[in-house]
């Protein structure tokens, strides 16, 4: 919904970043949430999976930081459609039962008892950081990957609000017809950056925006420089550490922190809370910046909520793209990732329950900052938009708002 | 409010030496688009053999990083013209032969992305055919 300008929070908003994390379902990291906080749409316990042996796997409490999930989970279109509808090589009319997870692993390694670890989740005193925020700020109950398959595909909804036809990772083309958020706000000489962690770690961006526009991106260090120079640009899209490396700059080792399985969970957690500690620390930043946390797909990694339908995209990937029987038109989400909004202008415990996806952050962004603008994609022109959560009439006070140490 | 202890990773989750997600593989394969496209001469000679862990991977990515920022680091591959040093008999051919044929020099490419002509091949997206029908 487009934010009421005279609200005092929208009206002091300056800043958004986005923290675009890998690779995790919503019941696997929030699921847990339910049982203290029922408005939250996770798990009962008595979900289950069929294995491959007939019998009814459940979803149990037992998700660890590493070494579960390895091999990392299929999530390619045709997996999903297993994971999905059932059947790896057709989608709708067949209902979506997200019963397929449990099969779609055991595709992996033919290991029943190992298949049945798709279905673990986190139990919320694990994720200290996820579950804090998404307890004190705004929680997405249907915040869905935008297509149901890999990440860049997803990511380019993201950053243009359309893959241009892909569903894979094989995104070379970009289309003229819609600008990047970024080249619209420059446009509007509004100030930009994507910041990914380091040249190493590097961007998903590749063949456009890196090649073309390299002065959009800065590294993770110059993000945190910019928090303390008070120059954070009007729009930061941050994109976290995605392999573990010998520092570039001889500093020491730099841990994968985007939470893609088999990295460890935890460098993302504390990934998550340096990016949030740095603004929340900041009273010069923090009355004016709203974080959104979001995951890009949910990795293979079960949920129970089946994806809906949506505007179709104006594209269609072909089979040979899909790699399934049907062609697709973009016309329904991907799975359920986590997706939470923070902003000391937020109402504390807010969940909701509207539908959104990844065009819904460009969406927002050229709502806020330009205003009405026509060549969008079909998909973010219907999207919803999130600003409108910074409600409140009175900021939060500091003791109000959490803060993290790292150990 | 209470400030919230956030556990680190053990020194032993770092694996450098772990073999490549699918996603790696394709953000080097889109690199490697870009090596070719552009003909950037990297610092290191890497063979795709061995970009197969992430510390090895993360190596080539941080030298095309840098080569995207600054393309003076990776300047364009060309051609080392071979010249062959003048004949020390002296020459009798008749004159009309004798006049030069210009040199054909290597073709400059430039590496800076906005100045490259060539677009990558687009896949056309077109809508999809409806199933032919089986005759019965």
């Given at each position: 919904?487009?934010?009421?300008?005279?609200?005092?929070?929208?009206?002091?908003?300056?800043?958004?970043v986005v923290l675009m994390m890998e690779n995790r379902?919503?019941?696997?990291m929030?699921?847990?949430?339910?049982?203290?906080?029922?408005?939250?749409?996770?798990?009962?316990?008595?979900?289950?999976?069929?294995?491959?042996?007939?019998?009814?796997?459940?979803?149990?409490?037992?998700?660890?930081y590493?070494?579960?999930?390895?091999?990392?989970?299929?999530?390619?279109?045709?997996?999903?459609?297993?994971?999905?509808?059932?059947?790896?090589?057709?989608?709708?009319?067949?209902?979506?039962?997200?019963?397929?997870?449990?099969?779609?692993?055991?595709?992996?390694?033919?290991?029943?008892?190992?298949?049945?670890?798709?279905?673990?989740?986190?139990?919320?005193?694990?994720l200290p950081v996820l579950?804090?925020l998404?307890?004190?700020?705004?929680?997405?109950?249907?915040?869905?990957?935008?297509?149901?398959?890999?990440?860049?595909?997803?990511?380019?909804?993201?950053?243009?609000?359309?893959?241009?036809?892909?569903?894979?990772?094989?995104?070379?083309?970009?289309?003229?017809?819609?600008?990047?958020?970024?080249?619209?706000?420059?446009?509007?000489?509004?100030?930009?950056?994507?910041f990914y962690y380091d040249?190493?770690s590097?961007?998903?961006?590749?063949?456009?925006?890196?090649?073309?526009?390299?002065?959009?991106?800065?590294t993770f260090p110059?993000f945190l420089?910019?928090c303390?120079?008070?120059?954070?640009?009007?729009?930061c899209f941050i994109e976290p550490n995605y392999t573990d490396?010998?520092a570039?700059?001889?500093?020491?080792e730099a841990i994968a922190c985007d939470q893609h399985?088999?990295h460890d969970v935890r460098a993302g957690e504390q990934f998550i809370a340096t990016v949030y500690n740095k603004i929340r620390?900041?009273?010069?930043?923090?009355?004016?910046?709203?974080i959104?946390i979001v995951y890009d797909?949910?990795?293979?990694?079960?949920?129970?909520?089946?994806?809906?339908?949506?505007?179709?995209?104006?594209?269609?990937?072909?089979?040979?793209?899909?790699?399934?029987?049907?062609?697709?038109?973009?016309?329904?989400?991907?799975?359920?990732?986590p997706?939470i909004?923070v902003?000391?202008?937020?109402?504390?415990?807010?969940?909701?329950?509207?539908?959104?996806?990844?065009?819904?952050?460009?969406?927002?962004?050229?709502?806020?900052?330009?205003?009405?603008?026509?060549?969008?994609?079909?998909?973010?022109?219907?999207?919803?938009?999130?600003?409108?959560?910074?409600?409140?009439?009175?900021?939060?006070?500091?003791?109000?708002?959490?803060?993290f140490q790292l150990e | 409010?209470?400030?919230?202890?956030v556990p680190g990773p053990?020194?032993?989750a770092f694996?450098?030496?772990?073999?490549?997600?699918?996603?790696?593989?394709?953000?080097?394969?889109?690199?490697?688009?870009?090596?070719?496209?552009?003909?950037?001469?990297?610092?290191?000679?890497?063979?795709?053999?061995?970009?197969?862990?992430?510390?090895?991977?993360?190596?080539?990515?941080?030298?095309?990083?840098?080569?995207?920022?600054?393309?003076?680091?990776?300047?364009?591959?060309?051609?080392?013209?071979?010249?062959?040093?003048?004949?020390?008999?002296?020459?009798?051919?008749?004159?009309?032969?004798?006049?030069?044929?210009?040199?054909?020099?290597?073709?400059?490419?430039?590496?800076?992305?906005?100045?490259?002509?060539?677009?990558?091949?687009?896949?056309?997206?077109?809508?999809?055919?409806?199933?032919?029908?089986?005759?019965?």
């Amino acid at each position: 919904m487009t934010p009421d300008r005279s609200k005092p929070g929208i009206q002091q908003l300056k800043h958004v970043v986005v923290l675009m994390m890998e690779n995790r379902s919503f019941d696997h990291m929030l699921g847990a949430l339910k049982a203290q906080y029922p408005s939250i749409d996770g798990l009962t316990g008595n979900e289950t999976n069929p294995d491959t042996t007939g019998a009814h796997a459940s979803v149990l409490p037992q998700a660890e930081y590493q070494s579960q999930l390895d091999p990392d989970p299929n999530h390619h279109f045709a997996a999903v459609n297993l994971q999905i509808f059932g059947d790896p090589a057709k989608g709708p009319p067949l209902p979506p039962t997200m019963q397929g997870f449990v099969r779609s692993y055991y595709n992996q390694q033919q290991n029943v008892a190992h298949s049945q670890k798709i279905l673990y989740y986190f139990t919320p005193d694990k994720l200290p950081v996820l579950t804090t925020l998404a307890t004190e700020y705004a929680v997405f109950n249907r915040w869905f990957a935008s297509i149901p398959g890999p990440t860049i595909c997803n990511r380019a909804f993201a950053h243009y609000g359309t893959s241009f036809g892909q569903v894979s990772m094989e995104l070379f083309y970009v289309g003229k017809q819609y600008k990047s958020i970024y080249d619209r706000l420059l446009a509007a000489k509004h100030t930009v950056k994507l910041f990914y962690y380091d040249q190493a770690s590097s961007t998903m961006e590749v063949v456009n925006l890196l090649q073309n526009e390299p002065s959009l991106f800065g590294t993770f260090p110059d993000f945190l420089r910019a928090c303390d120079d008070n120059a954070l640009p009007d729009y930061c899209f941050i994109e976290p550490n995605y392999t573990d490396h010998d520092a570039p700059d001889g500093s020491g080792e730099a841990i994968a922190c985007d939470q893609h399985p088999d990295h460890d969970v935890r460098a993302g957690e504390q990934f998550i809370a340096t990016v949030y500690n740095k603004i929340r620390n900041n009273p010069k930043l923090w009355p004016n910046t709203a974080i959104l946390i979001v995951y890009d797909e949910h990795g293979g990694i079960y949920d129970h909520v089946p994806p809906p339908a949506c505007t179709p995209d104006g594209f269609v990937a072909q089979p040979t793209d899909t790699g399934t029987l049907d062609a697709f038109h973009f016309d329904r989400l991907g799975v359920r990732v986590p997706a939470i909004l923070v902003s000391p202008w937020v109402q504390k415990g807010s969940v909701i329950n509207d539908v959104f996806e990844h065009a819904s952050i460009p969406a927002t962004i050229t709502d806020f900052l330009i205003g009405p603008y026509d060549a969008r994609s079909p998909r973010e022109k219907v999207a919803n938009t999130f600003l409108d959560l910074l409600s409140l009439d009175a900021m939060r006070g500091d003791d109000d708002c959490p803060s993290f140490q790292l150990e | 409010m209470a400030i919230i202890l956030v556990p680190g990773p053990p020194a032993e989750a770092f694996r450098k030496n772990r073999p490549i997600s699918d996603l790696i593989k394709s953000q080097i394969r889109h690199f490697q688009h870009l090596e070719h496209k552009l003909r950037l001469d990297l610092p290191t000679k890497f063979s795709p053999h061995d970009l197969t862990t992430e510390g090895a991977a993360s190596k080539y990515i941080a030298e095309m990083t840098a080569a995207l920022h600054n393309p003076a680091t990776a300047a364009p591959q060309t051609a080392t013209p071979i010249r062959v040093p003048p004949s020390q008999r002296p020459d009798n051919t008749p004159a009309l032969r004798a006049i030069p044929k210009p040199l054909r020099q290597p073709q400059r490419v430039d590496i800076a992305a906005s100045a490259s002509t060539k677009k990558p091949s687009a896949k056309k997206q077109v809508p999809a055919k409806p199933a032919k029908k089986k005759r019965s």
